[in-house]
């Protein structure tokens, strides 16, 4: 069974950055997908992005393009999440996700275990 453990999340001013991490284990990483998702309180879990296994697709939510980069290290089972230029409407708790397959499709359909998430707060 896989385990997922996020970190990184915090606090930061508007315009500011930071790198999520999301440390994997008990699966053979490298065959995967990965994904990262964020959920405001009271709304559903939103797709971020996602990368393939061997790292060399990727896709993101429109609102993030051009702000956001995932990314992978298949010898240290982690994927992250370099957030740059945040706005306050970043703010939720993020969540790193394994797909079944080596491929992801930009929604959640597919991802199959969840990391208990890390909060990003961006103030104005």
């Known amino acids: 069974q896989v385990q997922l453990v996020e970190s990184g999340g915090g606090l930061v001013q508007a315009g500011g950055s930071l790198r999520l991490s999301c440390a994997a284990s008990g699966r053979t990483f490298s065959r995967y997908a990965m994904g990262w998702f964020r959920q405001v309180s009271g709304k559903e879990r939103e797709f971020v992005a996602d990368?393939?296994?061997?790292?060399?697709?990727?896709g993101y939510i429109n609102s993030v393009k051009g702000r956001f980069t995932i990314s992978r290290d298949n010898a240290k089972n982690t994927v992250y999440l370099q957030m740059n230029t945040l706005k306050p409407e970043d703010t939720a708790v993020y969540y790193c996700?394994?797909?079944?397959?080596?491929?992801?499709?930009?929604?959640?359909?597919?991802?199959?275990?969840w990391g208990q998430g890390t909060q990003v707060t961006v103030s104005s």
């Open positions: 990368i393939s296994a061997s790292g060399g697709t990727t």
């Open positions: 996700a394994t797909h079944r397959g080596p491929y992801a499709t930009g929604s959640i359909q597919g991802f199959v275990s």
